[in-house]
């Protein structure tokens, strides 16, 4: 799932669009139904919760750099 979730990140035609709309939700409903859209790709659900929580739960000023080094250090890639 590392593997998964980083090319995610490194792509920008994937990542931007997660990253935008980060910034443009309001509601819990609307972070729960965003983040349920993923069920099934368990690594675009990984980037989301950390572009989420890295928003809700950080100081960081750049929400990539933070999930891409949430993904190297939590997340081996015993999966893939």
């Known amino acids: 799932m590392q593997k998964k979730a980083l090319a995610i990140l490194n792509n920008p035609a994937r990542s931007l669009p997660l990253l935008f709309t980060v910034y443009g939700m309001d509601t819990d ?40 080094r949430r993904i190297l250090e939590e997340y081996p890639d015993v999966c893939d």
């Open 29 to 68: 409903e609307q972070i729960s139904d965003w983040l349920a859209a993923s069920l099934g790709d368990d690594a675009e659900m990984l980037v989301k919760k950390l572009l989420v929580e890295g928003f809700y739960h950080s100081r960081e000023r750049d929400l990539m750099d933070y999930a891409r």
